[in-house]
């Protein structure tokens, strides 16, 4: 069945070293988001493309955070370089158009020591 | 303007009770209103959702209660079973920049006693 994928699973990483994490959304949606979910803050929108152009990155760290779509079947977020604040759950999701109905991915569990 | 307030932040129920999880929004140009489910370890999934010119919508034994001039709104397990044990999540969407911008609430950890 369709479902987004996201890779990879789990992430362990040192302070400093640059993280990529990828998404396949649902083959046919032209709408990806990218979430991250901590304890603290909850599930926060960092950033999401229509037809591959990136609508609106506000959310994101400038300084670090990159996020882009290479093509429709594939969305990444890389992180250079990472901090232990940083760690998170990094969730993509996908939709149709405007994504009134969004489907997450299984996320990437990131953590930075 | 832009914070979804959820409660209450976990619920245990027993078995074939009504559980009840509620959300409250300030910003009226929000304009779409799902709830998201999320077992453990997995991401969320779209549960229901309802658009703000409908004051309830059920679906099966989950239900949408929506109270435009409150700005609140609520869900509604009715039989609550214990494969319902989940965190549940209130968003509130509005169109920005071409797609739908979700915000969330800070979710609620609903139990199921058997």
């Known amino acids: 069945d369709a479902r987004v994928t996201q890779t990879p699973r789990h992430k362990v990483t040192e302070m400093g070293q640059e993280v990529t994490m990828r998404c396949q959304p649902i083959?046919?949606?032209?709408?990806v988001f990218w979430y991250r979910q901590t304890m603290m803050q909850g599930l926060e929108l960092l950033a999401y493309?229509?037809?591959?152009?990136?609508?609106?990155d506000s959310g994101m760290p400038k300084d670090r955070f990159s996020a882009e779509m290479p093509d429709a079947t594939l969305a990444t977020l890389k992180i250079q370089p990472s901090e232990p604040r940083d760690s998170a759950v990094y969730f993509c999701?996908?939709?149709?158009?405007?994504?009134?109905?969004?489907?997450f991915g299984p996320g990437t569990r990131l953590t930075v020591t | 303007q832009q914070q979804v307030k959820q409660s209450p932040q976990s619920l245990i129920v027993q078995k074939g009770g009504i559980s009840i999880i509620n959300c409250a929004y300030e910003?009226?140009?929000?304009?779409?209103f799902p709830w998201y489910q999320q077992f453990p370890g997995k991401g969320p999934a779209l549960l229901i959702a309802i658009r703000p010119d409908v004051s309830e919508k059920k679906e099966g034994r989950f239900t949408i209660s929506f109270n435009k001039s409150a700005k609140q709104f609520s869900l509604h397990i009715m039989d609550s079973q214990p494969g319902d044990s989940a965190t549940y999540f209130c968003?509130?969407?509005?169109?920005?920049?071409?797609?739908?911008?979700?915000?969330f609430g800070q979710g609620t950890r609903l139990t199921i006693n058997p």
């Open positions: 493309f229509r037809n591959r152009a990136p609508l609106d």
């Open positions: 999701a996908s939709g149709l158009g405007e994504g009134w109905e969004q489907y």
């Open positions: 968003a509130a969407s509005m169109l920005r920049r071409g797609a739908q911008k979700l915000v």
């Open positions: 910003n009226t140009a929000f304009d779409y």
């Open positions: 083959l046919g949606h032209n709408t």
